[in-house]
């Protein structure tokens, strides 16, 4: 069980974005489909912006729910079945120690990578194996005016297997991997191996 929440009001956008790269990230290694558990009034996403983070819409399943009861009764049940790779719920408040037990203990049965997206200001005691705050980065663009590399400005608050940190992350959707931003490369060092060490915590979510 990975947690991912929004830096601020504001960001629930790039959260989604950054999650959705680390699905792709891991579909791109197994077979199967991902499924994004939604509940009424958050942000859903398209076919072009799936296809620009390297995702292919085909292999995203979308399912509605109208409370957070029902998005981890409905996380529960896709741990529990075939055919998909990844599962992730964007959820309306803090997500609670008792069910953070159940779906971590479910999802450490499986290789399905994990996620719950929840609001910014909702936070509480879990057991999460990572958790992460995502805030929009300033990417660079093309001559037209087009995002070349979606970028985020990510921080690590809890890792079970490694160091926390904050790091710029531009993401590569052909190489379907995460990258140090140009403005950070030369402080490598100082954010803990740079753009290797998240890369190697989202493929243990994997």
């Given at each position: 069980?990975h947690?991912?929440?929004?830096?601020?009001?504001?960001?629930?956008p790039?959260?989604?974005?950054?999650?959705?790269?680390l699905?792709?990230?891991?579909?791109?290694?197994?077979?199967?489909?991902?499924?994004?558990v939604?509940?009424?009034?958050?942000?859903?996403p398209?076919?072009?912006?799936?296809a620009g983070?390297g995702?292919?819409?085909?292999r995203?399943?979308?399912?509605e729910?109208a409370?957070?009861?029902?998005?981890?009764r409905?996380?529960?049940?896709?741990?529990?079945?075939?055919?998909l790779?990844?599962?992730?719920?964007?959820?309306?408040?803090?997500?609670?120690?008792?069910?953070?037990?159940?779906?971590?203990?479910?999802?450490?049965?499986?290789?399905?990578?994990l996620?719950?997206?929840?609001p910014?200001?909702?936070?509480?005691p879990?057991?999460?194996?990572?958790?992460?705050?995502?805030?929009?980065?300033?990417?660079?663009?093309?001559?037209?005016?087009?995002?070349e590399?979606?970028?985020?400005?990510?921080?690590l608050?809890?890792?079970?297997?490694?160091?926390?940190g904050?790091?710029?992350?531009?993401w590569?959707?052909a190489?379907?991997?995460?990258?140090?931003?140009?403005?950070?490369?030369?402080?490598?060092?100082?954010?803990?191996?740079?753009?290797?060490?998240?890369?190697?915590r989202?493929?243990?979510?994997?």
């Amino acid at each position: 069980l990975h947690e991912i929440a929004p830096a601020q009001a504001g960001n629930e956008p790039a959260a989604l974005g950054f999650a959705l790269a680390l699905v792709a990230r891991h579909l791109a290694r197994v077979r199967g489909e991902a499924l994004l558990v939604v509940g009424r009034g958050h942000p859903l996403p398209y076919g072009h912006g799936l296809a620009g983070l390297g995702l292919d819409p085909g292999r995203l399943l979308l399912f509605e729910v109208a409370s957070d009861g029902d998005a981890y009764r409905a996380l529960e049940e896709s741990l529990r079945a075939q055919g998909l790779a990844a599962v992730a719920g964007l959820i309306d408040a803090a997500l609670p120690l008792a069910q953070s037990r159940r779906l971590h203990l479910a999802a450490a049965r499986t290789d399905l990578l994990l996620l719950v997206l929840r609001p910014p200001e909702a936070e509480s005691p879990n057991v999460a194996a990572t958790r992460w705050r995502v805030a929009a980065g300033k990417a660079l663009r093309d001559r037209f005016g087009c995002i070349e590399r979606p970028c985020w400005q990510v921080t690590l608050d809890r890792s079970r297997n490694g160091r926390t940190g904050h790091w710029l992350l531009e993401w590569d959707h052909a190489a379907h991997r995460f990258g140090l931003a140009g403005a950070l490369a030369g402080h490598a060092a100082e954010a803990g191996a740079g753009g290797v060490r998240p890369e190697r915590r989202a493929q243990r979510s994997g």
